[in-house]
């Protein structure tokens, strides 16, 4: 759906329109921006999965904008895989491993570190979660089509319940917000069962860097979510 087809349906049922004064255009378009962004920020969608490519440079700090504060989880440099690991390991290899050449990176806030001494150049490709812009004409699409109705009908209920808060309706915009998070909930859950049946292709392959340890390699596939 797009913004207008969302405030083709919001105004249906409500039962208003935007000639009254009561509920204007520019209120109507706010509340969706702000329902949309909302939505699109509830979980980690695979609607908002996005790819970062620029050309690298040994600088230790990247921002990336645009995206997500630490949702980056799968780079490449030159062709190369790097690992993410935790901020504070990132920091402890950094100070035990003073120009260590491991090829890891972390995140911390919106800040991405990338180890400026591994050695590596060319291409830098990052995976991770771009934060939606807001919806500024009646024709874009909203990042839930055409793929994730429910979170379209997630956004329509929860204007429904801005619109009920402003005519004085508090349990009604209560019961509009909880229907939008019941929404979202059910979409999320019908993704992670689809996504439950991705396998690993090889496991050797995935084997993790034991940079705090010094215990070499172990293995541990990559997990939904596990970064």
């Known amino acids: 759906m797009n913004r207008g087809e969302l405030k083709t349906e919001i105004l249906v049922r409500s ?34 999965e996005g790819r970062a490519q620029t050309t690298y440079t040994a600088t230790e700090e990247w921002v990336f904008e645009g995206y ?21 390991d990132y920091q402890i290899y950094k100070e035990q491993q003073d120009g260590g050449s491991d090829k890891v990176y972390s995140n911390f806030g919106g800040v991405v570190h990338i180890n400026p001494d591994s050695g590596v ?10 934060q939606p812009a807001n919806i500024t004409d009646d024709s ?52 992670d069962d689809e996504q439950f049946a991705y396998q690993t292709h090889d496991r050797g392959m995935w084997d993790r860097i034991d940079v705090v340890n010094d215990n070499g390699f172990y293995e541990d596939g990559l997990k939904r979510n596990q970064f």
């Open 15 to 48: 039962g208003r329109d935007t000639t009254s004064g009561w509920l204007s255009n520019s209120a109507l378009n706010n509340w969706i921006n702000q329902a949309h962004r909302w939505g699109a920020g509830y979980k980690p969608w695979p609607y908002t």
């Open 121 to 130: 150049s060319g291409t830098l490709v990052a995976y991770g979660q771009y």
């Open 140 to 191: 874009t699409d909203t990042v839930f089509t055409p793929f994730g109705d429910e979170g379209n009908q997630a956004i329509i209920n929860q204007v429904l319940g801005d619109i009920a808060n402003r005519e004085g309706n508090a349990q009604e915009s209560i019961n509009k917000h909880m229907l939008a998070k019941q929404l979202l909930d059910e979409l999320w859950t019908r993704i």
């Open 68 to 88: 997500k504060a630490d949702s980056f989880r799968f780079m490449q440099i030159g062709g190369d895989r790097f690992q993410k690991i935790n901020f504070e």
